[in-house]
């Protein structure tokens, strides 16, 4: 089965990325807002997952919206904080209020099809006040795809261990495969299929939007841990 970490073991998902800084990506994501004079406290977070990144939206005084594909992964978000939830996944989802500022984190925009890229970046466009702003980042994904890494780490139930690969599909997608042992000896095969955009397709997208564009490149790059060092694109985008 597809996605079985998101759908079935929010739990294990949330202990394997809890090394990675949270707190860096809102700091980055509030400088921005600063800097374009963002105007109001609606924010659509879209790919929530378990909601680190929710909850400290939350915790700052925004009033989020937050979505995801998987209602386990809500589940685990809506356990965290106060904000609204909604199942639902880019880009058919309806909306019927506006936000100051929308934020996917973190790889989300890379677990759409290409043809869904455009529909969903509209529709981002559509939910945002004017002077909005859209905060996303490309994951550095290996088109090509890559060899197995390992990543062992500790739970609050003990270790894991996960064996994951990225195996090109041929449709210019990847099929990002894993294998997770958890401490419970449960063994857990997974895929997901991924998307490596290039930033010149994503610049050229949302700028089709609508949007103004800029790129940070490079995010990320001083991150030490277990391949949180990977640099990634970040596209601040002005409505
Ligand atoms: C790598 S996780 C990132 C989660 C969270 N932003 C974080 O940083 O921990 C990607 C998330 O995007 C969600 N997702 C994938 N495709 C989506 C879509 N089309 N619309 C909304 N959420 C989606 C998945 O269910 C998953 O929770």
Redesign the pocket.
């Known amino acids: 089965m597809a996605?079985r970490l998101?759908?079935e073991h929010p739990d294990l998902?949330d202990a394997i990325?809890s090394e990675?800084p949270?707190d860096r990506?809102i700091a980055f994501a509030l400088d921005r807002f600063d800097e374009h004079g963002v105007a109001g406290d609606r924010l659509l977070?879209?790919?929530?997952?378990?909601?680190?990144?929710t909850r400290r939206f939350a915790d700052l005084g925004f009033s989020v919206t937050a979505?995801?594909?998987?209602e386990g992964?809500l589940a685990a978000a809506q356990s965290k904080c106060d904000a609204t939830f909604r199942h639902?996944?880019?880009?058919h989802?309806d909306l019927d209020k506006t936000y100051a500022a929308a934020v996917?984190?973190?790889?989300?925009v890379n677990?759409?099809p290409p043809e869904?890229l455009a529909p969903?970046i509209e529709l981002l466009a559509d939910v945002l006040s004017p002077g909005g702003l859209l905060v996303f980042d490309n994951s550095p994904l290996p088109p090509d795809g890559n060899h197995p890494g390992i990543d062992i780490g500790e739970t609050p139930h003990g270790p894991y261990a996960r064996i994951a690969q990225h195996v090109p599909t041929g449709d210019n997608r990847l099929d990002w495969r894993s294998i997770t042992f958890s401490p419970e000896g449960d063994v857990i095969p997974d895929r997901t299929p991924m998307t490596p955009f290039s930033d010149d397709r994503l610049t050229d997208t949302c700028q089709h939007a609508g949007f103004e564009v800029e790129h940070y490149d490079g995010f990320g790059q001083t991150g030490t841990q277990r391949g949180l060092g990977e640099a990634r694109t970040v596209f601040v985008c002005e409505r």
């Open positions: 996605e998101y759908a998902y990325q990675w949270y990506d977070e879209i790919g929530c997952g378990t909601g680190e990144h979505i995801d594909k998987h992964m639902g996944a880019l880009p989802f996917m984190l973190r790889g989300v677990h759409l869904d969903s």
